[in-house]
């Protein structure tokens, strides 16, 4: 039974003690495949998330021509064990210039950079296309730098966007090896691309732009690359942090107390959160969820505003006082920031939407990534927040949220599934929340809204209607298909 196109979601009326499983992560896993697919031999990822777009990834390479094989994963729902049969640097298929070898990559934007590099080791012609929104997102500064490796790339509208042919020409070896320079100022999924393809490719990639936005998930990829079984064995998969800030937030919003040192006590967690790898930028986010929600900001330097926490018994007079030294402090050094370059990745999306609970305005800087993604997110988050009661200010790429009185609306997604994700959880706390088109969750978390409705403690146990019968949906009914 699929999801209705609309349905609410019922602020939670106690708190839940809950610890949270979260399918695996989508840049590590769609990463992984590659170079499983580049390996010498047979690699089987462990807790590989299976959603949409990690789904397009497997079909298109078994389109290629790689034995592909997926098993159910009994620790997680969302997740499968994938085995991959590497052909240590080759592509075992290829079409021709009159019939190029189609592979669909839907608005997977990791999928139609990280192919357009893989297909180039193959030795036919290759042509790559998506959805209308896929059509629409930034490819030149990969197919520049692949042309400067001496490989032939074809935008069909002439504008170095998909869909466009690439004509393999195998990997570079001895004298034949070339350099080129990716620059990731639209994004880093260029230069992780050609850094999968590198060493079986025998390309020198030099990456240009360090300072952009997305450069963390460039080192996630070297990271990757030097710890992969490249020779054949066993990877484990580690659990996605962005989709796992969703269940934090949710933790954040009944937080009834806050500790001394700065981090948000809540009774919800995420269980196996990743802590040590430090590959993924979202992992971060409990640390800025405190800064937003506590007035714990920096907002110039390393300078940090001094004050109480805001706490159960927190008096009047206080409050009164505390707010007029904030007015002060902001009048001196600037509004509080969180930025998407140096601070959150996806996860800032969360923040946005949660900001207006704030009790002081808060901006986010550095978001013209975001406009680039699977819908124009800056001017979305905007408007959404909006329809709910907000008060946001767009400038260039940045958004100020103020404090505002929220409350219910029907949210448009516009196909993104963080959209609808974000809003789902702000509908935890605001009455009459309702989500257009939440199907849209599978691009990444097709059993998310189960993971809401599910009881403690593996749930939040949060009660989900349809939006137009007003009757409670069982899980069942709230699977993204």
Same mark, same amino acid.
């Given at each position: 039974?699929?999801?209705?196109?609309?349905?609410?979601?019922?602020?939670?009326?106690?708190?839940?003690?809950?610890?949270?499983?979260?399918?695996?992560?989508?840049?590590i896993?769609?990463?992984?495949?590659i170079?499983?697919?580049?390996?010498?031999?047979?690699v089987?990822?462990?807790?590989?998330?299976?959603?949409?777009?990690?789904?397009?990834m497997?079909?298109?390479?078994?389109d290629?021509?790689?034995?592909?094989?997926?098993?159910?994963?009994?620790?997680?729902?969302?997740n499968?064990?994938?085995?991959?049969?590497g052909?240590?640097?080759?592509?075992?298929?290829?079409?021709?210039?009159?019939?190029p070898?189609?592979?669909?990559?839907g608005?997977?934007?990791?999928?139609?950079?990280?192919?357009? =590099? #893989?297909?180039?080791? %193959?030795?036919? +012609?290759?042509?790559?296309? $998506?959805?209308?929104?896929?059509?629409? !997102?930034?490819? /030149?500064?990969?197919?520049k =730098? #692949?042309?400067?490796? %001496?490989?032939? +790339?074809?935008a069909?509208? $002439?504008n170095?966007?998909?869909?466009? !042919?690439?004509? /393999?020409?195998?990997?570079?070896?001895?004298?034949?090896?070339?350099?080129?320079?990716v620059?990731?100022e639209?994004?880093?999924?260029?230069?992780?691309?050609?850094?999968?393809c590198a060493?079986?490719?025998?390309?020198?990639?030099?990456?240009?732009?360090?300072?952009?936005?997305?450069?963390?998930?460039?080192s996630?990829?070297?990271?990757?690359?030097?710890?992969?079984?490249?020779?054949?064995?066993?990877?484990?998969?580690?659990?996605?942090?962005?989709?796992g800030?969703?269940?934090?937030?949710?933790?954040?919003?009944q937080?009834?107390n806050?500790?001394?040192?700065?981090?948000?006590?809540?009774?919800?967690?995420?269980?196996?959160?990743?802590?040590?790898?430090?590959?993924?930028?979202?992992?971060?986010?409990?640390i800025h969820?405190?800064?937003?929600m506590?007035?714990?900001?920096?907002?110039?330097?390393?300078?940090?505003?001094?004050?109480?926490?805001?706490?159960?018994?927190?008096?009047?007079?206080?409050?009164?006082?505390?707010?007029?030294?904030?007015?002060?402090?902001f009048?001196?050094?600037?509004?509080?920031?969180i930025?998407?370059?140096?601070?959150?990745?996806?996860?800032?999306?969360?923040a946005?939407?949660?900001?207006?609970?704030?009790?002081?305005?808060?901006?986010?800087?550095?978001?013209?990534?975001?406009?680039?993604?699977?819908?124009?997110?800056?001017?979305?988050?905007?408007e959404?927040?909006?329809?709910?009661?907000a008060m946001?200010?767009?400038?260039?790429?940045?958004?100020?949220?103020?404090?505002s009185r929220?409350?219910?609306?029907?949210?448009?997604?516009?196909d993104?599934h963080?959209?609808?994700?974000c809003?789902?959880?702000?509908?935890?706390?605001?009455?009459?929340?309702?989500i257009?088109?939440?199907?849209?969750?599978?691009?990444?978390?097709?059993?998310?809204?189960?993971?809401?409705?599910?009881?403690?403690?593996?749930?939040?146990?949060?009660a989900?209607?349809?939006?137009?019968?007003?009757?409670?949906?069982?899980?069942?009914?709230?699977f993204?298909?």
């Amino acid at each position: 039974m699929p999801l209705p196109e609309l349905i609410e979601i019922v602020p939670l009326d106690n708190p839940v003690h809950a610890s949270i499983t979260v399918p695996g992560s989508k840049s590590i896993t769609n990463r992984a495949l590659i170079l499983a697919a580049l390996a010498r031999g047979e690699v089987t990822l462990e807790g590989a998330l299976w959603s949409e777009d990690t789904q397009i990834m497997v079909d298109c390479l078994q389109d290629l021509g790689f034995m592909v094989n997926v098993a159910t994963d009994p620790a997680e729902s969302g997740n499968r064990n994938i085995m991959v049969y590497g052909k240590g640097g080759s592509v075992p298929r290829g079409g021709t210039e009159e019939r190029p070898l189609e592979l669909f990559v839907g608005n997977a934007g990791t999928a139609a950079r990280f192919l357009a =590099a #893989l297909v180039c080791m %193959g030795q036919g +012609v290759y042509r790559l296309h $998506g959805v209308s929104r896929m059509h629409e !997102r930034p490819q /030149g500064a990969l197919f520049k =730098a #692949l042309r400067e490796l %001496g490989y032939r +790339v074809d935008a069909e509208a $002439g504008n170095d966007k998909l869909p466009a !042919r690439i004509y /393999g020409g195998g990997p570079q070896t001895g004298t034949a090896a070339r350099s080129c320079t990716v620059s990731i100022e639209e994004s880093s999924q260029f230069a992780s691309a050609l850094l999968l393809c590198a060493g079986p490719g025998g390309w020198r990639v030099e990456v240009s732009g360090e300072n952009s936005e997305e450069s963390p998930y460039v080192s996630m990829t070297s990271k990757l690359i030097a710890v992969f079984p490249s020779e054949g064995g066993i990877f484990r998969v580690e659990p996605d942090a962005s989709s796992g800030t969703y269940f934090l937030a949710a933790g954040t919003l009944q937080a009834g107390n806050f500790s001394g040192s700065g981090s948000l006590q809540t009774s919800v967690t995420v269980a196996n959160w990743p802590q040590t790898s430090d590959w993924q930028m979202d992992s971060r986010f409990s640390i800025h969820m405190a800064r937003l929600m506590l007035h714990q900001t920096t907002a110039s330097g390393s300078e940090q505003i001094e004050g109480e926490h805001w706490g159960k018994d927190w008096q009047e007079r206080r409050q009164r006082e505390y707010g007029q030294y904030l007015e002060r402090f902001f009048a001196e050094h600037g509004l509080p920031r969180i930025s998407r370059k140096t601070d959150l990745g996806d996860s800032i999306m969360m923040a946005i939407v949660l900001a207006p609970l704030a009790k002081h305005p808060i901006e986010f800087i550095d978001l013209g990534r975001l406009r680039l993604q699977e819908c124009e997110r800056v001017a979305a988050l905007r408007e959404q927040l909006t329809r709910c009661g907000a008060m946001v200010s767009e400038h260039d790429d940045s958004l100020t949220v103020h404090p505002s009185r929220l409350h219910g609306a029907e949210i448009e997604t516009y196909d993104d599934h963080r959209m609808a994700m974000c809003f789902a959880i702000l509908g935890l706390k605001i009455a009459g929340i309702k989500i257009k088109n939440p199907a849209c969750v599978k691009k990444t978390f097709p059993n998310f809204f189960q993971k809401l409705a599910a009881p403690p403690p593996t749930g939040l146990g949060a009660a989900i209607l349809d939006g137009k019968s007003g009757l409670r949906l069982q899980s069942g009914a709230l699977f993204a298909q």
